[in-house]
C-alpha cells in the first residue's frame, strides 16, 4: 500500500560531496519514490552548497516564520530545487547564521562548530514548521543523519498533538559516527520546546555527543535501521535492549527490506 514518507537527510547528493550520508540521501528517497510511495525530502541548506548551480530557490509563501532557540530569534528560510533525472524535490532549511555563511558540520579548519546543536534544533523545528504549512500528513518520517536526531523526540512530545503527525511512525537511521566533538553543556537548555520538558533528558549525560543523540533519537523512534556496515554497535545494542524494532544493513540492494520494515512498524 503506498505512504506518504518524510526524509529528513543530512546531506544528499549532488548538493553536497558524496558520502555515505550524502549517497544514502538521495538513493533512499529514489528508491521509495520509484517503488510509488508519495515523498518529500528536506535537509540544511549548508554554505558550501553552490545554489545557482544547484537551482535552489526560495519559496516566500514557506518562509518568514522566526524560530526562537536559546532565547534568540532566528529566520526560517526555505528553499527548494529539484534533482535532475529523479524527479526528487528537495526542501532546504536555511537561515544566514546558522548555515547560509558556514560550511557543512566542520569548519574549514575541519573542527566541528560549536553551536551544532543549536543548528540541529533549528533544522528539526523548521523541518516540522514548514510540514504543517505544506498541510501534507505523513505516515512515516524517516531520519538520515544526526542533525535530524531530536526529531523523534519533537515527534512524540512537542508535536504530538498536531494533526499533520499525530498518527506518524518514525525510522532513525544510524550510520558512522561523523561528529568530532560533541554538542556543549547548553544542548539540554536549548532542545526544551512545548512538552518536549526538561525531565525527559535526565537521563542523557550533560554532554551530548554522537551516541548520547544516537540514543535520543532510538528512544522516542518505531524502528531503526543499520544504513551501513560500519553502524556503531553500541547503539544498535542500545535499540535492541530497549526493545525497539531494529532492521540489520541489508545491503546495497536496500528498497525491498525498507518497504517492509516500514509495514512492520
Known amino acids: 500500500m503506498a505512504k506518504k514518507i518524510l526524509f529528513i537527510n543530512q546531506e544528499i547528493v549532488p548538493y ?10 538521495k538513493a533512499v528517497p529514489q528508491a521509495i519514490q520509484d517503488n510509488g510511495h508519495e515523498i518529500r525530502t528536506f535537509m540544511p541548506k ?24 536559546d532565547d534568540t530569534d532566528h529566520p526560517l528560510i526555505i528553499k527548494v530545487a529539484t534533482i535532475v533525472q529523479t524527479r526528487i524535490q528537495v526542501y532546504f532549511i536555511d537561515n544566514d547564521d546558522y548555515f547560509s555563511r558556514r560550511q557543512m558540520a566542520q569548519n574549514e579548519k575541519g573542527e566541528d562548530y560549536a553551536d551544532n546543536g543549536e543548528r540541529a534544533i533549528f533544522f528539526a523545528r523548521g523541518v516540522l514548521e514548514t510540514v504543517k504549512k505544506l498541510r501534507w500528513v505523513p505516515d512515516i518520517i524517516h531520519v538520515q ?3 535530524g536526531a531530536v526529531v523523534p523526540l519533537y515527534i512524540k512530545t512537542a508535536y504530538h498533538d498536531e494533526p499533520s503527525f499525530s498518527n ?5 537511521s544510524l550510520f558512522t559516527n561523523n561528529l568530532k566533538s560533541d554538542l556543549g553543556t547548553n544542548f539540554k537548555n536549548c532542545v526544551v520546546f512545548r512538552d518536549a520538558k526538561a525531565e525527559l533528558l535526565k537521563k542523557y549525560n550533560d554532554n551530548f555527543d554522537f551516541l548520547e543523540l544516537g540514543k ?3 528512544d522516542y523512534s518505531d524502528g531503526v535501521i543499520a544504513a551501513n556496515k560500519d553502524v556503531n554497535k553500541e547503539l ?6 530497549q526493545k525497539i524494532p531494529t532492521l540489520p544493513y541489508p545491503g546495497e540492494d536496500f528498497a525491498q527490506a525498507y518497504e517492509e520494515f516500514y509495514e512492520k512498524i
Open 16 to 25: 553536497v560531496p558524496d558520502s555515505d550520508l550524502s549517497l544514502m540521501g
Open 46 to 69: 549548508w554554505g558550501n552548497i553552490n545554489e545557482r548551480r544547484g537551482q535552489l530557490h526560495e519559496v516566500i509563501r514557506l518562509s518568514g516564520m522566526n524560530l526562537i532557540i
Open 145 to 147: 543523519g544526526w542533525m
Open 168 to 172: 506518524t511512525k518514525v525510522v532513525t
Open 216 to 218: 535520543l533519537a532510538i
Open 236 to 241: 544498535m545494542k542500545y535499540a535492541n535492549d
